[in-house]
């Protein structure tokens, strides 16, 4: 049985810093491009962020995170993170771990196989 499940959400200050973490089983997340996105209360689920199987190559959202997110793996622990630095209360969220099995970088819902639960972020202000 496939499962993602992420953590490292909590309450935090605008300013101050997270890490989400995001550890697979029943997958290996080595053979997996891996994503996470985020639904902030009232609005749909964006993408956020995704790297390639060996870490080689990242891609964000857009400006508005590039800077101060970075995703990252540990294959050998298989876990995905997401570091999150200069947080804004535009950040807050419901956090999603995805995997997909394309080998292309996608910010697409659809092309990712298995989700995880999420884990929330709140920033105040």
């Known amino acids: 049985q496939v499962q993602l499940v992420e953590s490292g959400g909590e309450v935090v200050q605008a300013g101050g810093s997270l890490r989400l973490s995001c550890v697979a089983s029943?997958?290996?997340?080595?053979?997996?491009?891996m994503a996470w996105f985020r639904q902030a209360p009232g609005k749909e689920r964006e993408f956020v962020a995704t790297i390639t199987r060996s870490g080689s190559s990242t891609y964000y959202k857009d400006s508005s995170v590039k800077g101060r997110f970075t995703i990252s793996r540990d294959n050998a622990k298989n876990t995905v993170y997401l570091q999150m630095n200069s947080l804004k209360p535009e950040d807050t969220a419901v956090y999603y771990c995805a995997a997909t099995l394309s080998y292309i970088l996608s910010r697409q819902e659809n092309d990712y196989n298995a989700w995880g639960q999420g884990t929330q972020v709140t920033v105040s202000s």
């Open positions: 029943g997958l290996t997340v080595s053979s997996y491009g």
